[in-house]
């Protein structure tokens, strides 16, 4: 019987927007939160996304970049948490290739390849914090935008052909020296 800004504000979660990232859930007045959700604490904050203050940005995407086609055609308006990260090629849910905004033509397998490698990579680095894995995507992104073949923000593309490069480039630069 109300806006979900307004049910967000009683459960002190801030004015305005709906909550997405765990610092979000900073002000949160848990035992509402809790009782009303049905859900323990641990499970809500799974939820969220993780801050991008630092390196997260480049993996974490402020918008919904990519889709479920097949979900989305089950529940319209349905927004799953893995869709924003730059690693998401598949939907977990279904197992259908997720779709972006703007879709590349004629991918060549080879790329699509690299590209799924190079998300697995990126995955595992985050996953398991390998900072000097990290430092060297961060690094090849750097280079990508200064060769103009690519900008920071290309791991999260809504361009699917731009991304896939992006991807491609993290595959190549944990196996060779980036030079
Ligand atoms: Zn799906």
Known sequence: HCSAEELCGYLGL????????????QGATWALLCRAVQRPAHEIL??????????????????????CPRCVEKTPDLVLRHWRLAWS????????????????????SGLHGRALRGAEALKSAVATNNLARLRRVDLTMHLMAVLEIGNLRALTSGNERERL??????????????A
């Open 14 to 25: 801030g004015q305005g927007r709906v909550p997405e990232y765990a610092g979000d859930l």
């Open 46 to 67: 799974a939820m969220a996304l993780p801050d991008t203050k630092h390196q997260s940005a480049r993996w974490v995407s402020p918008h919904d970049f990519q889709y």
């Open 89 to 108: 090629m598949t939907c977990e849910t279904c197992g259908q290739a997720l779709a972006t905004k703007y879709p590349a033509k004629d991918v060549p």
């Open 165 to 178: 490069m992006a991807l491609a480039a993290v595959g190549v630069s944990v196996t060779r020296p980036v």
